[in-house]
């Protein structure tokens, strides 16, 4: 974890924290906000352009002063999975994520890593950090969301904005198959499912990369490895 503390920007597109699926939710941005301005560059804030839709298929928009209007202050706090937040901070050298697919053919996937280089008002240049296609440069611009027949929200609306989020934390389940050079387990609790800790300590290809914190009593340097005994049997 304290890795960040002295790592420059440029050094970071090897380090990713992974926080358990199972602990209590985490902000990550706010995690990190002590060693956020290590990062080279000022901060940038993005705001998006909200948009309430009565026909997402067809762009249809909906009049502000109609009954179907949403106010924007409730737009604006609505953040569902897989939707960039309201307030997109970003600054060169921040770790991100892709949050859709924009071209296969390039590996620009959802859930791929990527290392802001530059910042423009409608593109990112970004360097992918994962393996495959580590250190090929892409861009990542603006585009439209749209959000539709939501159970929960019962609104369809659009957003544009920079389909990212900032990653400097990635959960145990989605580092499997991933070998990285620094990793950070940090453990608001014990590991809940079996197999869960053995996956996240053998992300790192040394030893000497691999940092594990815990919140609990300073003397406490141990922790509970869940196995099934029913799959031993």
Not at 30 to 40: D, E, G
Not at 85 to 103: F, Q, S, T
Request: aromatic share 6%; net charge negative; hydrophobic share 45%.
């Amino acid at each position: 974890m304290e890795a960040g503390t002295w790592m420059k920007g440029h050094s970071l597109r090897d380090m990713f924290i992974i926080i358990l699926i199972n602990s209590p939710p985490v902000n990550p941005l706010a995690f990190f906000r002590k060693h956020f301005n290590i990062l080279s560059d000022d901060c940038k804030h993005y705001l998006q352009t909200n948009l309430a839709v009565s026909d997402p298929t067809e762009d249809e928009f909906v009049v502000e002063d109609s009954p179907q209007a949403v106010p924007e202050e409730v737009l604006n706090s609505i953040n569902p999975p897989g939707f960039p937040a309201h307030l997109l901070e970003l600054k060169k050298g921040i770790p991100d994520m892709l949050l859709c697919i924009l071209n296969v053919a390039k590996g620009l996937v959802n859930g791929i890593r990527l290392l802001v280089q530059d910042i423009k008002w409608h593109v990112l240049k970004c360097l992918i950090m994962t393996v495959a296609r580590k250190g090929i440069e892409v861009l990542t611009p603006k585009i439209k969301l749209n959000l539709e027949d939501d159970d929960e929200l019962g609104i369809n609306f659009t957003r544009y904005q920079f389909p990212v989020t900032v990653a400097f934390e990635i959960t145990i389940n989605k580092s499997q198959g991933q070998s990285l050079a620094i990793v950070g387990v940090y453990l608001q609790i014990h590991v809940f499912a079996h197999g869960q800790l053995c996956v996240a300590l053998s992300r790192t290809r040394k030893i000497v990369g691999l940092l594990v914190g815990a919140v609990g009593p300073e003397t406490e340097t141990t922790t509970t490895k869940i196995v099934c005994g029913d799959i031993l049997q």
